[in-house]
């Protein structure tokens, strides 16, 4: 599936690691070390972490493993148990590579699946070998990608959101045009659109792409639309192919409502960036820098969106930071995930969002900018202009 995009983008391939399919023979490393924070007595502490090591392994009693090679090669192992607090402890679990059968899901489903029913454990952090992390590929274009399609060098990017739900496709699209003629890089669906009978795919993507593309005409801009894309994996597959007939050339996947897994083929299949949407991230106690920075980038996301401090949702200033560098940072040979922070932000917080997180970031607005009401374009306006301003 191919989505025309221009000739800025190379093959994704080049943007990856080696090898965009997983297969069972790809990776020599033989654990994954996943580190969980236990809430449990100090005299019980070995137990429970032993007990962890089997429910996320063979998921039966160490006595009913009779096989060597499985005693040897599958059964997780209990490493490091360091103390964390009063009541705390911070249990490192080796995981055979081989269990995660090479796919995002599965993979999940080894590090916390069974686990996570109980409500005093919480996945803190994993260590993978890179030939592991290099057979998911990673980000196809990462932040050169996204800066080629919008031309945006140098600076943060602008992004903001079409909403409220339940508006028809033309008022959409009305909104998206006001945002693409003010400059906005990216203009996405709100992530409770999907194929609703106020705004069906189909119709909502032609609609707004059409009047994104007409205001990119006018102004000599470049602002892309990127359409969420939801239900069943085919059915995704399906409004892609969609997307693509209109112009479309990045997409918004929430990969904890779609699957994961979801999230893994797509990025191979679609050439073009997806942004990821936090969207049920928080029901899975996984620590946020693993799973919307590290994971989410591991899958394929090139952008990640997560809540700001300071906004409608409870993140701190340093979790945001860990998020941030999880995307970002050096890892394995995969391409950095563009930092997309949001939830509740403003205009006025832009220059301390800039400076918080630097030129590689893309800042996202939404309901703020929408509440100007007949005032919608001139805001939007001051965010470009603000975003510009904070990096000279």
């Not at 033989?30 to 972490?49: E, L, N, S």
């Not at 260590?127 to 274009?141: D, K, N, S």
């Not at 620590?287 to 401090?309: E, K, S, V, W, Y």
Request: glycine content about 12%.
């Amino acid at each position: 599936m191919s989505t025309g995009a221009p000739g800025s983008f190379a093959d994704p391939s080049t943007h990856a690691g080696p090898g965009r399919g997983i297969g069972t023979g790809a990776v020599a490393g033989h654990w994954i070390d996943a580190v969980y924070r236990v809430r449990a007595a100090a005299a019980g502490i070995g137990a429970r972490a032993q007990a962890i090591a089997l429910e996320q392994s063979v998921e039966a009693p160490l006595a009913a493993v009779r096989d060597e090679r499985v005693l040897r090669d599958v059964v997780a192992q209990v490493g490091d148990i360091v103390p964390a607090g009063p009541r705390d402890f911070d249990v490192t679990i080796r995981i055979a590579v081989e269990t995660t059968g090479f796919e995002a899901g599965q993979l999940l489903n080894m590090l916390f699946g069974n686990t996570s029913l109980h409500d005093d454990v919480t996945l803190v952090d994993a260590a993978f070998p890179e030939e592991f992390a290099l057979a998911f590929g990673g980000p196809a274009f990462g932040i050169a990608g996204i800066r080629a399609l919008t031309g945006a060098a140098g600076r943060p990017l602008t992004c903001s959101a079409l909403k409220p739900l339940g508006l028809p496709a033309r008022e959409l699209a009305g909104i998206a045009r006001t945002l693409a003629l003010a400059g906005i890089d990216v203009i996405k669906d709100d992530h409770g659109l999907a194929d609703q009978a106020s705004a069906p795919f189909g119709e909502r993507v032609r609609e707004v792409q059409r009047a994104v593309d007409e205001a990119n005409d006018s102004t000599g801009g470049h602002s892309v639309y990127a359409p969420s894309l939801s239900g069943h994996f085919g059915r995704m597959r399906e409004q892609a192919a969609i997307a693509e007939d209109c112009g479309v050339r990045i997409f918004l996947v929430a990969p904890m409502i779609a699957g994961v897994a979801a999230l893994a083929a797509l990025s191979r299949e679609v050439n073009a960036p997806i942004i990821a949407h936090p969207a049920l991230a928080g029901a899975a106690r996984i620590a946020p820098p693993l799973l919307l920075g590290r994971l989410f980038r591991m899958f394929g996301a090139d952008a990640t969106i997560f809540p700001n401090a300071g906004g409608r949702f409870g993140y701190s200033s340093d979790a945001c930071d860990a998020i941030a560098a999880a995307a970002r940072e050096p890892w394995h040979g995969l391409a950095p995930t563009l930092p997309v922070p949001a939830g509740g932000m403003s205009v006025e917080r832009v220059p301390e969002i800039c400076a918080q997180f630097g030129a590689d970031t893309m800042l996202l607005i939404g309901g703020s900018l929408l509440a100007a009401r007949e005032r919608l374009a001139e805001r939007c306006r001051d965010f470009v202009t603000a975003v510009h301003r904070g990096t000279r």
